[in-house]
Protein backbone atom coordinates (compact mmCIF):
# COMPACT_ATOMS: atom_id res chain seq x y z
CA UNK A 1 0.00 0.00 0.00
CA UNK A 2 1.41 3.56 -0.69
CA UNK A 3 -0.01 6.21 0.88
CA UNK A 4 -1.16 8.65 -1.65
CA UNK A 5 -0.44 12.71 -0.26
CA UNK A 6 -3.60 14.04 -2.41
CA UNK A 7 -7.86 12.96 -1.97
CA UNK A 8 -8.86 11.50 -5.00
CA UNK A 9 -12.14 11.72 -6.33
CA UNK A 10 -13.38 8.64 -4.84
CA UNK A 11 -11.88 9.93 -1.48
CA UNK A 12 -13.99 13.63 -1.34
CA UNK A 13 -16.96 10.80 -2.24
CA UNK A 14 -16.39 8.40 0.34
CA UNK A 15 -15.83 11.54 3.23
CA UNK A 16 -19.06 12.76 1.64
CA UNK A 17 -21.43 10.14 1.35
CA UNK A 18 -19.56 8.96 4.86
CA UNK A 19 -20.40 11.70 6.86
CA UNK A 20 -24.00 12.07 5.48
CA UNK A 21 -24.63 9.01 6.23
CA UNK A 22 -23.56 9.72 9.95
CA UNK A 23 -25.33 12.42 10.62
CA UNK A 24 -28.52 10.71 8.84
CA UNK A 25 -27.73 8.11 11.82
CA UNK A 26 -27.90 10.27 14.25
CA UNK A 27 -30.60 12.26 13.44
CA UNK A 28 -32.49 8.46 13.14
CA UNK A 29 -31.66 8.46 16.35
CA UNK A 30 -33.20 11.50 17.22
CA UNK A 31 -36.65 11.20 16.21
CA UNK A 32 -36.92 7.50 17.71
CA UNK A 33 -35.92 8.71 20.90
CA UNK A 34 -34.17 6.56 23.78
CA UNK A 35 -37.52 5.61 24.85
CA UNK A 36 -38.93 4.13 21.96
CA UNK A 37 -35.25 3.13 20.46
CA UNK A 38 -35.16 -0.19 22.84
CA UNK A 39 -38.74 -1.32 21.41
CA UNK A 40 -37.13 -0.37 18.01
CA UNK A 41 -33.97 -2.52 18.72
CA UNK A 42 -36.61 -5.70 20.10
CA UNK A 43 -38.71 -5.13 16.78
CA UNK A 44 -35.54 -5.35 14.21
CA UNK A 45 -35.83 -9.44 14.94
CA UNK A 46 -39.06 -10.09 16.34
CA UNK A 47 -39.09 -13.77 15.91
CA UNK A 48 -43.27 -13.92 15.59
CA UNK A 49 -46.21 -11.87 15.29
CA UNK A 50 -46.84 -12.19 19.30
CA UNK A 51 -43.42 -10.83 19.99
CA UNK A 52 -43.55 -8.04 17.81
CA UNK A 53 -47.49 -7.40 19.61
CA UNK A 54 -45.98 -7.52 22.87
CA UNK A 55 -42.89 -4.70 21.98
CA UNK A 56 -45.10 -2.45 20.43
CA UNK A 57 -47.67 -2.90 22.55
CA UNK A 58 -45.16 -0.86 25.24
CA UNK A 59 -45.19 2.20 23.02
CA UNK A 60 -47.23 5.22 24.53
CA UNK A 61 -48.80 7.08 21.96
CA UNK A 62 -46.09 9.62 21.17
CA UNK A 63 -43.33 6.92 21.10
CA UNK A 64 -45.16 4.75 18.25
CA UNK A 65 -45.59 8.41 16.39
CA UNK A 66 -41.84 9.18 16.51
CA UNK A 67 -40.75 5.56 15.80
CA UNK A 68 -43.56 5.92 12.61
CA UNK A 69 -41.94 9.28 11.39
CA UNK A 70 -38.43 7.90 11.21
CA UNK A 71 -39.43 5.54 9.07
CA UNK A 72 -39.86 8.35 6.12
CA UNK A 73 -36.02 10.23 6.26
CA UNK A 74 -35.09 6.47 6.42
CA UNK A 75 -36.04 6.05 2.86
CA UNK A 76 -32.93 7.64 1.84
CA UNK A 77 -30.94 6.85 4.40
CA UNK A 78 -29.70 3.50 2.95
CA UNK A 79 -29.12 4.92 -0.30
CA UNK A 80 -26.25 6.74 1.55
CA UNK A 81 -24.58 3.77 3.14
CA UNK A 82 -24.72 1.80 0.52
CA UNK A 83 -23.07 4.68 -1.29
CA UNK A 84 -20.70 5.27 1.12
CA UNK A 85 -19.72 1.33 1.59
CA UNK A 86 -19.61 0.85 -2.20
CA UNK A 87 -17.23 4.09 -2.87
CA UNK A 88 -15.27 2.45 -0.05
CA UNK A 89 -14.80 -0.55 -1.67
CA UNK A 90 -13.74 0.87 -4.76
CA UNK A 91 -11.01 2.87 -3.11
CA UNK A 92 -9.67 0.09 -0.99
CA UNK A 93 -9.64 -1.90 -4.80
CA UNK A 94 -7.17 0.78 -5.53
CA UNK A 95 -4.83 0.51 -2.81
CA UNK A 96 -4.76 -3.08 -2.44
CA UNK A 97 -5.12 -6.18 -4.54
CA UNK A 98 -8.98 -7.62 -3.79
CA UNK A 99 -10.06 -10.93 -4.77
CA UNK A 100 -12.83 -10.85 -7.67
CA UNK A 101 -15.35 -12.03 -4.87
CA UNK A 102 -14.19 -9.79 -2.00
CA UNK A 103 -14.46 -6.42 -4.78
CA UNK A 104 -17.66 -7.83 -6.01
CA UNK A 105 -19.11 -8.52 -2.16
CA UNK A 106 -17.87 -4.92 -1.67
CA UNK A 107 -19.96 -3.37 -4.24
CA UNK A 108 -22.63 -5.06 -4.36
CA UNK A 109 -23.33 -6.27 -0.54
CA UNK A 110 -24.13 -2.67 0.40
CA UNK A 111 -26.80 -2.38 -2.38
CA UNK A 112 -28.44 -5.61 -2.01
CA UNK A 113 -28.29 -4.56 2.03
CA UNK A 114 -30.05 -1.32 1.31
CA UNK A 115 -32.76 -2.79 -0.97
CA UNK A 116 -33.47 -4.65 2.24
CA UNK A 117 -33.66 -1.87 4.34
CA UNK A 118 -35.89 0.03 1.85
CA UNK A 119 -38.26 -3.30 1.44
CA UNK A 120 -37.61 -3.60 5.60
CA UNK A 121 -39.52 -0.02 6.07
CA UNK A 122 -42.06 -0.57 4.08
CA UNK A 123 -43.38 -3.55 5.66
CA UNK A 124 -42.87 -1.91 9.06
CA UNK A 125 -44.72 1.34 7.63
CA UNK A 126 -47.92 -1.57 7.13
CA UNK A 127 -47.50 -2.63 10.64
CA UNK A 128 -47.63 0.13 12.13
CA UNK A 129 -50.50 0.93 10.86
CA UNK A 130 -52.89 -1.88 10.55
CA UNK A 131 -52.59 -4.56 13.35
CA UNK A 132 -54.40 -7.40 10.99
CA UNK A 133 -51.13 -7.34 9.04
CA UNK A 134 -49.37 -8.57 11.91
CA UNK A 135 -48.58 -11.49 11.30
CA UNK A 136 -45.74 -14.58 11.87
CA UNK A 137 -45.29 -14.32 8.14
CA UNK A 138 -45.00 -10.24 8.04
CA UNK A 139 -43.15 -10.00 10.83
CA UNK A 140 -40.41 -12.79 10.34
CA UNK A 141 -39.87 -11.80 6.91
CA UNK A 142 -39.26 -7.84 7.63
CA UNK A 143 -37.02 -9.61 10.94
CA UNK A 144 -35.42 -11.35 7.68
CA UNK A 145 -34.61 -8.59 6.03
CA UNK A 146 -33.28 -6.58 9.31
CA UNK A 147 -30.88 -9.10 9.62
CA UNK A 148 -30.00 -9.34 6.18
CA UNK A 149 -29.26 -5.45 5.57
CA UNK A 150 -27.33 -5.52 8.72
CA UNK A 151 -25.37 -7.96 7.12
CA UNK A 152 -24.51 -6.33 3.74
CA UNK A 153 -24.01 -3.10 5.93
CA UNK A 154 -21.83 -4.58 8.49
CA UNK A 155 -19.85 -7.04 7.22
CA UNK A 156 -18.23 -4.72 4.07
CA UNK A 157 -17.80 -2.33 6.89
CA UNK A 158 -15.88 -4.67 9.14
CA UNK A 159 -13.81 -5.97 6.02
CA UNK A 160 -13.16 -2.67 4.83
CA UNK A 161 -11.67 -1.15 8.18
CA UNK A 162 -9.32 -4.01 8.54
CA UNK A 163 -7.71 -3.09 5.61
CA UNK A 164 -8.37 0.78 5.83
CA UNK A 165 -7.42 1.43 9.21
CA UNK A 166 -4.06 0.13 9.36
CA UNK A 167 -2.87 2.07 6.19
CA UNK A 168 -4.43 5.33 7.55
CA UNK A 169 -2.35 4.56 10.47
CA UNK A 170 0.98 4.22 8.50
CA UNK A 171 0.11 7.24 7.08
CA UNK A 172 -0.08 9.09 9.91
CA UNK A 173 2.99 7.26 11.27
CA UNK A 174 5.28 8.23 8.22
CA UNK A 175 4.33 12.18 8.15
Known sequence: MSPTSRLTPLDVTLIG??????LSELNLMRMVGPAAGGVYREIQTSPSAA???KSVARLTPTMRKRLRSHY???FGHPLLYAIALRTGGQR???LVPLAPAVQTFLTVGPCVGAAADITENVVRLRLLADDDAVTDLSVRTASALAVTKWTLA?????YMSTRFVP???RILRDR
Open 17 to 22: FGTAYA
Open 51 to 53: AYR
Open 72 to 74: FPN
Open 92 to 94: LAQ
Open 154 to 158: VVPLA
Open 167 to 169: FWL
